[in-house]
């Protein structure tokens, strides 16, 4: 049978699998916000790969808010009356926008592939068709498997299979698990392997490209709505792939092959802390990574950092700069010839210029200077 048979925990040791998976949600949704963040407050990044990752993250956001709300409903099963109906909304939303994560993952590799290869593309009919597509295709497979009831949990399995301690597709038992096999395939598996399949073959033929064609190029100079630092978008395939994988190995796994006990646990632990991840990976790609993004974090944070110290020594000594007028003054009422008599209004400003911030020091130093001379004169 591809269903278990009325088994309340997928593991023994559910309590550090739910805390494992909440760290990692809690790290996924403060990098999906940092990613937002920079996008909102740094105006020289906003290019059309750049609107396509915040908005990847906006999806991840929701996903991993949504498998957290599920295990805290886990952990603490007397929050909700009904705890169906909640697993099936669950299920819904993070169904839901991890598709919409699969198609947009495709749609920045695309973009890359046909900003390279045809150096001209229209980057905002371009987003605008890419998340029309990647929000609604998902939508009408999520209204198919809610019309369906496959959406949840049964009440007689703790976990659904295939999933870490959260809720996906219900397990039927009445045909072998076959419809589950099916819906399972339908909302999320179809996509992430054709999600993986596709973003790597157009990974390989932009490195191709690249290294053939623009080996001393940036991307800049191939595309104005590229900027240097968005080689690290090739990548995103590399960071789903590999945070990703362990549970489609675990799905083909249970689908296909005996079940086994060790092997089970050990990619759902990885499953468990790799399926909410992505938003968390992404912000180490595309702000620690990203040169100009990581340099105006770095200012930011630095701004913030107490300088009381630092301006005290780097106050200008008024006194320090002052005898240099004065020498300059006294040498010149010792010749006794007022031809010789230096243009102290020059030398203020040359004094000036080389201590910024002195200004009406000098000013005044000036004016004492002229009096003194119109009087010995």
């Not at 999933?163 to 819906?183: A, F």
């Not at 007022?338 to 000013?363: M, T, W």
Request: hydrophobic share 40%.
């Amino acid at each position: 049978m591809f269903c278990p048979n009325n088994t309340k925990n997928a593991t023994d040791d559910s309590k550090n699998l739910q805390i494992a998976s909440t760290v990692s949600c809690v790290l996924s949704m403060f990098g999906a916000v940092v990613i937002m963040m920079t996008y909102c407050c740094m105006e020289t990044i906003r290019n059309t790969t750049r609107k396509l990752v915040t908005v990847l993250s906006v999806a991840d956001f929701f996903t991993s808010a949504g498998y957290m709300s599920a295990i805290v409903v886990n952990k603490y099963p007397s929050v909700l009356f009904n705890q169906t109906t909640f697993c099936r909304v669950q299920s819904a939303v993070t169904t839901y926008s991890s598709m919409v994560s699969f198609f947009l993952t495709v749609a920045i590799a695309a973009y890359l592939f046909f900003a390279i290869y045809r150096e001209a593309v229209p980057g905002k009919r371009f987003y605008i068709a890419t998340n029309i597509v990647s929000w609604m295709i998902p939508g009408v497979v999520i209204a198919v498997a809610l019309y369906h009831d496959m959406l949840g949990r049964e009440d007689n399995h703790g976990y659904t299979i295939g999933t870490g301690p959260w809720c996906w597709v219900k397990c039927k038992d009445e045909d072998n698990g076959t419809k589950t096999l099916l819906y399972m395939l339908f909302t999320g598996k179809f996509w992430e392997i054709g999600c993986y399949v596709l973003t790597a073959g157009f990974y390989i033929l932009l490195k191709l490209k690249l290294y053939l064609h623009h080996r001393f190029h940036t991307l800049d100079q191939l595309n104005p709505d590229l900027r240097s630092d968005d080689r690290n978008f090739l990548y995103v395939w590399l960071v789903l792939l590999a945070i990703r994988i362990w549970g489609t190995i675990r799905f083909l796994i249970t689908a296909f092959s005996t079940n086994d006990k060790l092997l089970n646990t050990i990619l759902l632990y990885l499953q468990a802390v790799g399926d909410p991840s992505q938003a968390f990976f992404n912000c180490i790609l595309f702000c620690l990574f990203d040169t100009e993004v990581r340099g105006r974090i770095a200012n930011a944070i630095s701004c913030c950092v107490p300088r009381k110290t630092q301006s005290a020594s780097n106050e200008p000594d008024a006194s320090s700069s002052l005898p240099s007028v004065d020498s300059s003054v006294e040498d010149s009422q010792s010749t006794g010839s007022s031809s010789e008599i230096p243009d102290v209004s020059e030398r203020a400003k040359l004094v000036n210029k080389e201590n910024p911030g002195h200004e009406k020091l000098y000013q005044s130093v000036n004016h004492c200077w002229k009096e003194s001379n119109e009087g010995s004169m």
